[in-house]
């Protein structure tokens, strides 16, 4: 069975432009949910997505944004991209029917320089 | 604010020891419990969940709760240098059981020869 799969491993931006990152969940499972990783701290929750809807959202603002897809995959946008932004983004995704396990995808380096 | 607290480490042990990984959390109200083992650089793996006081145990990985201290751990048995990584334990949202996992700093664990 296919984990679950993130694009692109490594993104390189400037300040001030926007970030696109792409993940696609194991198969047979609707919900997604988004984190960051940034040097030194704790995974961040961002956002969770379940049935192409946004469910929850985390302590970030609101240039930070996402959807989901008919076929559950999911995207994550960031923009007006600052310094600290710099981060692994880390996508994970979870069973339909009620399990509570989350299961990472390998992340996505974003270095905003 | 919920918070998911884990010794700071680094912890060393020699190859065949017990390794022992400790976390608390603050929402009595939490349900599920995870272990993630996360190797430099790369993704979080899910190794051990936990949802009923007791322990649990999936070969040389017991996990125990105890709901009453609000206490989780983590034992290797038998570690081996391929399991120095960090470990990272995470709690579920009680207001959300399907959604969003709060995550410790985690624990750097080294196991030598």
């Known amino acids: 069975e296919a984990g679950v799969t993130q694009s692109p491993t490594h993104l390189i931006k400037t300040r001030g432009q926007q970030a696109t990152l792409r993940c696609s969940p194991i198969?047979?499972?609707?919900?997604v949910y988004w984190y960051q990783q940034a040097l030194g701290l704790g995974l961040q929750f961002l956002l969770w997505y379940d049935e192409g809807e946004e469910r929850n959202r985390g302590n970030f603002p609101p240039r930070f944004s996402g959807r989901q897809f008919p076929n559950y995959s999911s995207e994550l946008n960031v923009n007006a991209l600052e310094l600290e932004d710099s981060a692994l983004y880390l996508c994970?995704?979870?069973?339909?029917?009620?399990?509570?396990?989350?299961?990472f995808g390998p992340g996505t380096r974003l270095t905003v320089t | 604010q919920k918070e998911v607290e884990q010794n700071s480490g680094p912890l060393s042990v020699p190859e065949g020891a017990i390794a022992s990984l400790n976390c608390t959390y603050s929402?009595?109200?939490?349900?599920?419990f995870f272990w993630y083992r996360q190797y430099s650089g790369k993704s979080p793996e899910l190794i051990m969940f936990i949802y009923s006081n007791g322990d649990k145990e999936d070969g040389r990985f017991t996990a125990q709760l105890n709901k009453a201290s609000q206490y989780v751990s983590l034992l290797i048995r038998d570690s081996q240098p391929s399991d120095s990584a960090t470990y990272l334990c995470a709690v579920n949202d009680r207001g959300s059981t399907l959604g969003r996992l709060y995550f410790g700093r985690g624990t750097q664990l080294t196991v030598w020869p």
């Open positions: 198969s047979g499972h609707t919900s």
């Open positions: 929402d009595r109200g939490s349900q599920s």
């Open positions: 994970a995704s979870r069973l339909a029917g009620g399990t509570y396990e989350q299961y």
